[in-house]
């Protein structure tokens, strides 16, 4: 396809040099260093991300405008954040001008459609100071997350240090130690539906984006794509903020991670396809017509 | 991308650094001197049963709105802010409100407009939606019988919506830039503007209703939500709140202003035009210096 | 032998209205009627079952030029009939955004009216969106004016145009210690800037007072000495902000209010006799046609102590400050004199707000259905809402819009002026005419009402 990691200035491996980062980030602590740093720096004044809910491994989306709150905000959480609801009162009642917002693939879309077409989002386009996107296969409704590790991985959400998906396993650690790991062919029934349309892997629209794929354990792929993006990359590098590596010189590198994007833009798009046909001369609604 | 820029504001463009990576770029920019922009097109203000926060809208591009008006745009019409008492012909008609038919001269006004000008935009929720004038029923003196308001594309052909109540200065503003670029840029120009403004165009041919129903009918019951939350922050009543990542619309709030659908980005969405985001949105603030 | 002619519609104002005159030979208007022409959607009666946390966001769209009015007097109406008292914060942050709308119509209001005005020393209108010098710098600066009222709004408010963050019980939200920062640094720059365009404004007026004549299409007309003046009252409830019924001591009084019909008021079927095709633009309405303000005007007639009454900057400068400049002019001044004004009351809301306080009431009662009121002074006067709320839903709401009251005071103030400035006295009033499509019955419903609220 040559089209699936999207347009992009370089590619490294990278993690976080900051311990106290790196103590519960999910992979290489990408997203929490670059919001500190770029909070430190006055090149964001806050960031929306996705804090502890109110209940276990629920997310809730709220504005951090400090380093603590970043800090909160460490590691995935499977279920759904709607990241980009804050995106226009960060601009208001909190009175920022520049605002940084974490989002998956689909909300770097909805960041970029905010600013390109802003309907709602009144004053929005310019203040988006810098959008960094997670790779994303799917994610799921909140009770999916609580069936998988509940029932399926027989373990406590309460007690659950840490989950991931990888290595074509969705495994849950306790904070006991003990860890699950589930095929996935297990999880795929509880997958939200909306993401079954979703035609982008990399989050292509980040001014930065990454994930773990392609890089080694407690390392992160990373794209810079935008001016702004190089911008903050750049002055985050030469602050120390960052250990790098070329990623052609990292295992399983980009080819894995262009290999999982074309498995999902395929299998995503002929969903699409098929909704076309889907019911007799009725068709199911094409979102990207 | 850099000829627009350079037609847009007389300056040589910088040419952008390519991503070494991807070869995602197919053609070279056509090097050839373009003629500088020099007739503007004609716009006029509409003003239907509207509350003219439309049109504050559209100032609300502040210094921009000079620059509109010095280098793009003579406003022919627009009671609130000229001195032109008839429509006149026009280029692009900006249409604010919704039509009484039981008003003569507005149903006669509506007409006019349609064969006066080229290009007719619903601006903001009454015109595309109806919105709050979707509720009248009459009954008020001095003219209870003033009781059915339609959106204007109940009555005549609409080319173009900008829903949202108030709709942004921003997406006004781009609607006009983009229609300046259609009716007198180059070949290139035309086909960025063309792209821009097709989902505007397919929004304006799927129909006259929109509000949250509508994200419940086409998006949500569709299969096709994923939880961004841009729902949410483009309500200008906040009647959409999230419950488990998916969108909660209080419909005893809602106003009709089609702001929620046209803001998801699983109604509309163009890779086209979304993934060269980062030139679209420089053009645009190129154009506006 | 008097003539009638008509100016339809009227223009650099908002909404549709329309000028009807009975002029003399001379040319100067016997009696004028100023009338809306706007179709009326009719908001006070779909407002009926509705929650009444609907309706003010409604009423809000009643008019995108004072929409702030429009929801606070809305809320306040609903608050005041289920007899909910807000937090201080919230009260705060209303005011500013309240403060921020009024900075913002001014400056608004200024672009309108400027190419009524000539540059002082020549005989050259103003045209704000023209290139040059020094037009071009007073409309950047008029622009960022109104760029800072729009921008603090839309922080305390949630929007520029339409609020979103005031709600019935106070606010969704209260502002953070940045917000509240940003808007101060935005009011100090405002601070300079309004006091300058307000320096201004006073001078083109002062200037346009001292000319004989001034140039409306191919007529030079003489520009008499008392342009605009009336003599009907003045209503105001409060230098900035508004009352309400659950005050202390509410400074209006509804008692005082009665409403007519325009079949009572307004001139009745006329024949147009006189046109100008050489009025600006496209000239007035061509002679033949008829002319029949009873019938066609859109609002009705409200009195206070049973006469129409100016109300406005002006009111309100003459209610609480001594001021008693008469006439358009005097109009004018009085509203740049409400600049600095605005630009005070939001720093001082600015400085008395606790960003850590609660801005919303709890519990938030649901009503018993008796009546309550909010007078709002809106930026072009008072904007009284009236509700009675039960169970959360509307049971009846009344809008008395400013532009209403307005409409028969300049309709008087035409009097004596030439045909061709009744515009500009028009203008003097700031009309923003969509939302004036207030009209009730007297009878019935004004005995109700009045019973109700003296009780
Ligand atoms: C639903 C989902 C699916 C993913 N799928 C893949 C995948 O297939 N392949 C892959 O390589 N990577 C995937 N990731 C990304 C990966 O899990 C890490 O989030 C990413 O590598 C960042 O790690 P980090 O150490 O840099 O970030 P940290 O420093 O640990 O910060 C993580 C950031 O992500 C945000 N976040 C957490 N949960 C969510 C959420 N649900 N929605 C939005 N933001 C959230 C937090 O606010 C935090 O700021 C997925 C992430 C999510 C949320
Ligand atoms: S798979 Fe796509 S739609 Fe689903 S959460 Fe990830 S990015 Fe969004
Ligand atoms: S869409 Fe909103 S802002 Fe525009 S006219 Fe209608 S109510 Fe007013
Ligand atoms: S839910 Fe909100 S955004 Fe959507 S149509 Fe209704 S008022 Fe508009
Ligand atoms: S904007 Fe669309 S996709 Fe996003 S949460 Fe709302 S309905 Fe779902």
Redesign the pocket.
């Known amino acids: 396809m040559g089209t699936e990691l999207g347009k992009y200035k370089v590619c490294v491996s990278a993690r976080s040099t900051d311990k106290e ?1 790196m103590g519960k ?8 260093q670059l919001f500190a740093f770029a909070l430190e720096k006055g090149i964001i004044d806050g960031a929306i ?3 502890p809910g109110a209940r276990p491994w629920q ?1 809730r989306p709220f504005i951090a405008t400090t380093r603590e709150e970043l800090l909160s ?9 709607p ?1 980009v609801s804050w995106l226009k009162e960060a601009t208001r009642s909190f009175g920022m001008d520049k605002v940084g917002i ?3 693939p689909c ?1 770097m879309q909805a960041v970029r459609k905010a600013q390109l077409y802003p309907v709602g989002m009144r004053d929005v386009p310019d203040k988006v100071a810098l959008a960094v996107g ?4 799917e ?1 799921f409704p909140y009770k999916s997350i609580q069936m998988i590790v509940e029932d399926h991985a027989g373990t406590k959400l309460q007690a659950t240090k840490k989950m991931e ?1 990888g290595k074509g396993k969705f495994t849950v650690i306790t904070e006991r130690g003990a860890s699950v790991a589930l095929p996935l062919k297990v999880t795929h029934k509880y997958e939200q539906p909306g993401c079954h349309v979703c035609l982008d892997y990399v989050a292509n629209l980040g001014d930065i984006s ?4 392609g890089s080694p354990d407690g390392w ?1 792929t990373v794209f810079i794509r935008t001016k702004k993006g190089e911008e903050t990359w750049n002055k985050a590098i030469a602050a120390g903020c960052f250990e790098t590596k070329p990623i052609e010189q990292v295992k399983p590198g980009l080819e894995l991670v262009t290999k999982l994007a074309n498995e999902k833009i395929s299998k995503n798009k002929k969903t699409v396809e098929e909704r076309a046909t889907f019911g007799v001369n009725k068709a199911l609604r094409n979102p990207y017509l | 991308m850099q000829s627009f820029k350079k037609t847009l504001t007389g300056e040589e463009p910088k040419p952008a650094a390519k991503p070494a990576e991807v070869k995602t770029e197919k053609k070279a920019e056509p090097r050839k001197e373009e003629k500088p922009v020099a007739n503007k097109i004609t716009v006029g203000h509409v003003h239907m049963s509207g509350c003219t926060g439309c049109l504050v809208s559209l100032a609300d591009n502040y210094l921009g709105l000079v620059k509109i008006l010095d280098d793009y745009a003579d406003l022919v019409y627009g009671l609130t802010l000229a001195d032109v008492r008839h429509i006149p012909e026009m280029d692009v008609a900006l249409v604010e409100g919704s039509v009484c038919i039981q008003d003569h001269e507005s149903v006669e006004d509506i007409k006019t407009t349609r064969k006066k000008a080229k290009v007719v935009v619903a601006v903001g929720g009454c015109a595309s939606y109806g919105n709050i004038t979707r509720f009248a029923r009459g009954g008020q003196v001095n003219q209870p019988q003033h009781e059915s308001f339609l959106p204007i594309g109940n009555l005549i052909d609409v080319d173009v919506v900008i829903p949202g109540c108030a709709p942004t200065p921003q997406l006004i503003r781009n609607v006009c830039v983009m229609a300046y670029l259609l009716l007198r840029g180059t070949e290139e120009q035309k086909a960025l503007a063309g792209k821009y403004l097709k989902p505007l165009m397919a929004l304006a041919k799927r129909g006259t209703t929109a509000c949250f129903c509508d994200l419940m009918n086409d998006v949500i019951n569709q299969g096709l939500c994923m939880g961004c939350g841009s729902c949410a922050a483009a309500c200008p009543v906040r009647a959409i709140t999230h419950e488990f990542g998916k969108p909660q619309g209080q419909r005893d709030l809602c106003i009709k202003c089609g702001a929620c659908y046209g803001q998801c980005p699983r109604s509309f969405y163009n890779f086209e035009v979304m993934d060269e985001f980062e030139g679209i949105l420089e053009l645009i603030d190129g154009a506006m210096k | 032998m008097s003539k009638v002619v008509e100016i339809s519609p009227t223009t650099r104002h908002e909404g549709h209205s329309k000028l009807v005159l009975k002029i003399n030979d001379q040319g100067i208007v016997e009696r004028g009627d100023w009338l809306s022409i706007t179709p009326v959607r009719g908001v006070e009666k779909l407002a009926i079952g509705k929650t009444m946390d609907q309706v003010p966001k409604i009423a809000s769209r009643v008019c995108g030029i004072c929409p702030i009015a429009h929801t606070l007097a809305g809320i306040e109406a609903m608050e005041a009939s289920i007899k909910c008292e807000i937090p201080q914060d919230a009260k705060h942050l209303r005011v500013i955004l309240h403060a921020a709308n009024r900075l913002h119509s001014i400056a608004l209001h200024n672009i309108l009216i400027l190419p009524d005005f000539y540059l002082p020393g020549t005989d050259t209108k103003i045209n704000p969106f023209a290139k040059v010098e020094p037009v071009r710098s007073v409309a950047a600066r008029i622009i960022r004016l109104r760029e800072i009222g729009q921008t603090i709004g839309e922080i305390a408010g949630g929007e520029a145009v339409h609020p979103s963050n005031p709600r019935v019980g106070g606010m969704y939200r209260n502002v953070t210690e940045r917000a509240r920062m940003k808007m101060f640094d935005l009011a100090k720059e405002g601070r300079q800037l309004a006091t300058d365009q307000m320096e201004f404004m006073i001078a083109i007026l002062r200037n346009f007072q001292k000319r004989d004549y001034c140039v409306v299409g191919n007529a030079k007309v003489p520009m008499p000495k008392e342009l605009g003046y009336h003599n009907q009252g003045y209503m105001a409830v409060d230098p900035m902000y508004g009352t309400n019924s659950l005050a202390e001591y509410p400074t209006w009084q509804p008692q005082r209010w009665a409403e007519s019909r325009p079949w009572d008021w307004y001139m009745g079927e006329m024949e147009i006799d006189f046109e100008d095709p050489s009025y600006p633009i496209g000239g007035t309405t061509k002679k033949g046609g008829k002319a029949n303000p009873q019938m066609e005007a859109c609002t009705g007639v409200p009195t206070y102590d049973g006469q129409p009454v100016e109300v406005g900057p002006r009111a309100r400068l003459v209610k609480f400050k001594g001021y008693d400049e008469k006439g358009t002019v005097g109009q004018h001044i009085a509203r740049q004199l409400e600049y600095v004004d605005c630009i005070y009351a939001i720093l001082k809301s600015l400085d008395a707000l606790n960003t850590s306080g609660k801005v919303l009431a709890d519990p938030i009662p649901q009503g018993d259905g008796s009546m309550g009121w909010a007078a709002n002074e809106a930026p072009r006067g008072t904007d009284v809402h009236l509700a009675r709320v039960k169970d959360g839903r509307v049971q009846w709401y009344e809008m008395l819009v400013p532009t209403t009251w307005n409409f028969p005071t300049c309709s008087r103030a035409l009097t004596g002026a030439p045909w061709q400035l009744a515009e500009l006295v028009v203008r003097g009033y700031d009309p923003c005419v969509s939302c004036a499509t207030h009209m009730i019955v007297v009878d019935d419903d004004n005995r109700i009402v009045a019973q109700k609220l003296i009780q």
Not at chain 1, 25 to 32: E, K, L, M, N
Not at chain 1, 73 to 81: D, F, L, M, Q, V
């Open positions: 980062i980030a999910q992979d290489g602590g990408i997203v929490t991300v996705a804090g997310p905000a460490r590691g995935t959480k499977y279920n759904i954040s990241q974490v989002g998956t909300q997670i790779f994303c296969m994610n998906i990454t994930g773990s794929v992160s």
